[in-house]
């Protein structure tokens, strides 16, 4: 990965994804788990790991319940009956302005008239997705580890439920900056009281991937060949976490996101026995979806 790249996403402060302003519920809750010489994790609470050959910062939104989905089309309702009502004054002032202006003597200055209203509506209406109120950043900052060589371990703390990577980005106050698995990713499971291994990027030395001729959707942004792999014999689990449960990821694929903070676009790596792409189709390997 560009280290110019990894080097500014950690100069970002790391914020709420929901756009400024927004409330709602706390869907996620979630923070890096310390690197100190005792750890306890709480059984409430997942926990996933993620271990690297460099410094990176990984995006997930977690996948809604049918409870959370619920009370997310509660909220975006009431958003979209508050715009309503305020569109309904705007278009009164707009309206009245319009009269105004049409009954006024010809030659007469011409007067200030606001600019017509849009009607929201539940195709136009703009709200914070649900993916973006549950998001979760890990990295590049804030490691559990750091081994000789510079090879990372992450541990990050989150409420249980189902996640997707959706990029390598870091979220400012401000800005955005990475790239976003749009085109195609994978989900998780990740279950109270157990480590999720999210497996291994190795970047270092290792041959990139060759685009098939004439496929124009290979990305070019993430074309990392060992993407969340198994990890080599030389990296081992950290021994404060040992006598820990620890079950690797189980990962399905799933389909397309928008671009929601105007970064990179570009799709995770095809995963053995996962799903494979076929052009800018995926392919589901695992047989779940």
Same mark, same amino acid.
């Given at each position: +990965? ?6 500014? /996403? ?18 996620? *809750? ?29 995006? /997930? ?25 305020? &569109? ?11 009269? %105004? ?7 007469? #200055? !011409?007067?200030?008239?606001?600019? *017509? ?15 973006? @109120? ?5 990295? #590049?900052?804030?490691?559990? !580890? ?7 371990? &992450? ?42 291994? +999210? ?7 290792? !041959? ?9 959707? +290979? ?7 060992? &993407?969340?792999? #198994?990890? #080599? %014999?030389? @990296? ?7 006598? +820990?449960?620890?079950?690797?990821? *189980? &990962? ?18 095809? @995963? ?18």
């Amino acid at each position: +990965m560009n280290k110019l790249l990894l080097s500014a /996403l950690a100069s970002l402060t790391l914020a709420s994804p929901a756009i400024a302003g927004d409330k709602h519920p706390v869907f996620v *809750e979630t923070k890096a788990v310390k690197d100190k010489p005792v750890v306890a994790l709480d059984p409430a609470k997942a926990y996933v790991m993620l271990r690297t050959d460099e410094a990176v910062p990984l995006y /997930l939104m977690r996948m809604p319940t049918a409870d959370e989905q619920a009370v997310y089309a509660e909220l975006r309702s009431k958003a979209l009956a508050e715009a309503r009502g305020k &569109y309904a004054k705007k278009r009164a002032n707009y309206d009245r302005a319009v009269t %105004a202006a049409a009954k006024l003597p010809k030659g007469s #200055p !011409a007067p200030r008239i606001p600019d *017509e209203p849009i009607e929201p509506t539940e195709a136009n209406f703009e709200f914070t997705p649900f993916g973006a @109120m549950a998001a979760v950043g890990i990295g #590049p900052l804030d490691r559990f !580890a750091k081994a000789k060589g510079g090879a990372s371990t &992450y541990l990050q703390e989150l409420t249980p439920g189902e996640y997707r990577i959706y990029g390598h980005l870091v979220i400012g106050p401000n800005a955005a900056l990475g790239s976003c698995f749009c085109m195609g990713s994978v989900k998780f499971e990740a279950r109270a009281g157990e480590i999720v291994d +999210m497996g291994v990027i190795l970047t270092d030395g290792i !041959a990139r991937p060759k685009a098939t001729p004439g496929d124009s959707s +290979m990305p070019v942004v993430m074309d990392i060949p060992n &993407y969340l792999g #198994p990890a #080599p %014999a030389e @990296m081992t689990l950290d021994p404060r976490l040992a006598q +820990m449960t620890v079950r690797r990821a *189980e &990962y399905r694929p799933v389909g397309k996101l928008p671009n929601y903070f105007g970064v990179t676009i570009g799709r995770i790596p095809e @995963m053995a026995g996962v799903f494979r792409y076929e052009r800018d189709r995926i392919v589901d390997l695992a047989g779940t979806n």
